[in-house]
């Protein structure tokens, strides 16, 4: 943005410059690390392809219609997600008002597990540049790279809060058009290397057998099917930003004339083909130089590792890759950071630099315990290394957050309480392009919430039993 009278929601709202910018800029928002560092790691502790199937048939049946209902609310209403619970219902605004302001808190949540992971691609950037991980091959080597890494807490700090300070500062000043136009470069970039990558990691020795166990759905043997239903939902949510207004909010800055089912299809497309192409890579990765599948969160980076080891002017295609994965994930935060200011700026009225002041701070100092709990934590902690905060915020925020807050945003457009399924239809039907089927109503109010909180009752379930 570029003063302080653009970021007024109740003035007139600046829109994005292009459709192409609108939807790279939703895309650059979705794509980030839920398609190349979480999804490989999920579907490769999760048993691969039964995973991968379950994730496709969620973004269709529960992420295509919430995604519909996200930039519905925001195009309507022009403002955030919380502004925008408060002014479209005719009746009784205020009982949105509570409920739409915990769903909106969980862009803070967000934000304190993911400028961590962001602060260790950054890392291997730096690591891949300055030549420190050329010599790692085997598994064991480059699992020591990162383990030492979660060893480091003071690098770990410095990772993180150079994170935050970028993306907080590009906030405060105020650059949403800048970065409409980095995301369209960035964007491209990202695709075509791995487009590159994936198409040479095919041709890797032991490549076959990867490619099977990630495409291939077979019945697990000892994992339970539920789990791999449940982890398969909270990653369609968390890849497509659904649930907590990340994406309402670009809705709330497009204009009117393409209908918003295409917008969701376009959307959908391009972030599913980010992840399934990073599947490809981590997972031809994996079987081709010995490597576990369901290694955790530091799976894409250890087989990365590997794979640019292994190829000639590796340690540049290595750090140029971390370097657009640091900036895919940047683009993510800059916009959750964004959508957290304008709510700042609108609600409590703060100037667009403190409220960039204030995200800084208090990201900065919640995200510490995230750095903390591979290590200190660790050593203090009576039930010792279990688990980690980055396993438990991630929980919170995939599991809990994200699949309650959809369920809101369904309740708000199919109530008569809420914004009225009637309102919510014109709105999404308003351009040109695919409609979205009236007859979905009683899909859209009644099995997908029952769905999602089906699946939701799994999470809590598969935690804690
Ligand atoms: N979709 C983002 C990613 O894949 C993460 C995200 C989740 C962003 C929820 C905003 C809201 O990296």
Redesign the pocket.
């Known amino acids: 943005m570029n003063g302080p009278q653009e970021t007024e929601m109740s003035q007139a709202r600046e829109t994005t410059s292009s459709r192409f910018g609108f939807l790279m800029l939703a895309a650059g ?7 190349v560092w979480r999804f490989p790691y999920m579907a490769g502790a999760n048993g691969g392809g039964l995973f991968v199937l379950f994730y496709l048939l969620f973004l269709l049946l529960l992420g295509f219609p919430v995604m519909c209902m996200e930039l519905a609310v925001g195009r309507a209403s022009r403002r955030n997600l919380y502004g925008a619970f408060r002014d479209l219902p005719e009746k009784r605004p205020s009982l949105w008002r509570f409920p739409a302001g915990v769903a909106f808190s969980g862009n803070l949540i ?1 934000m304190i597990m993911y400028t961590t992971v962001t602060g260790w691609m950054l890392t291997y950037f730096v690591d891949f540049l300055t030549g420190r991980l050329a010599a790692l091959s085997t598994e064991a080597e480059l699992k020591n790279q990162f383990t030492s890494l979660m060893n480091n807490p003071g690098k770990m700090s410095f990772y993180m809060i150079l994170t935050v300070l970028i993306g907080s500062g590009i906030c405060a000043f105020g650059l949403r058009r800048g970065v409409e136009r980095i995301t369209k470069i960035l964007m491209a970039g990202l695709f075509v290397l791995l487009s590159v990558l994936s198409l040479y990691a095919l041709f890797l020795p032991g490549a076959g057998s990867g490619m099977k166990f990630y495409l291939m759905p077979s019945l697990p043997g000892d994992t339970n099917i539920f789990k791999i239903a449940g982890g398969a939902m909270s990653q369609a949510f ?4 659904l649930g ?1 207004g ?1 994406l309402e909010i670009f809705g709330s800055y497009t204009d009117k004339k393409n209908s918003l089912a295409t917008e969701s299809i376009l959307i959908i497309s391009c972030d599913t083909l980010a992840a399934l192409l990073s599947g490809i890579l981590v997972f031809a990765a994996c079987f081709s130089y010995g490597i576990q599948v369901d290694g955790g969160p530091g799976l894409v980076l250890f087989s990365l590792t590997g794979i640019f080891n292994h190829l000639p002017g590796g340690r540049i295609l290595g750090s140029v890759f971390f370097l657009f994965l640091s900036i895919a994930a940047l683009t ?1 935060i800059i916009t ?1 950071f964004e959508n957290l200011i304008a709510f700042m700026m609108d609600e409590w009225h703060f100037s667009r630099r403190k409220a960039a002041w204030v995200n800084f701070l208090v990201v900065g100092v919640l995200s510490l315990p995230c750095v903390f709990g591979f290590n200190i934590w660790r050593h203090i902690h009576p039930l010792g290394t279990k688990s980690t905060i980055l396993d438990f915020e991630d929980w919170l925020i995939s599991d809990i957050c ?1 699949p309650l807050g959809s369920i809101l945003i369904v309740f708000f457009c199919c109530r008569d309480s809420g914004w009225t399924w009637k309102k919510f239809l014109a709105e999404v039907n308003t351009g040109k392009g695919l409609r979205f089927p009236a007859w979905l109503k009683w899909y859209a109010a009644v099995i997908l919430p029952v769905l999602i909180l089906y699946l939701f009752g799994l999470g809590i379930f598969n935690r804690f039993f």
Do not use: D, E, H, K
Not at 29 to 35: D, E, Q, V, Y
Not at 238 to 241: G, K, N, R
């Open positions: 928002s979705a794509i980030g690390l839920g398609n967000l968390f890849t497509l930003s907590i990340a993510t959750v994200l």
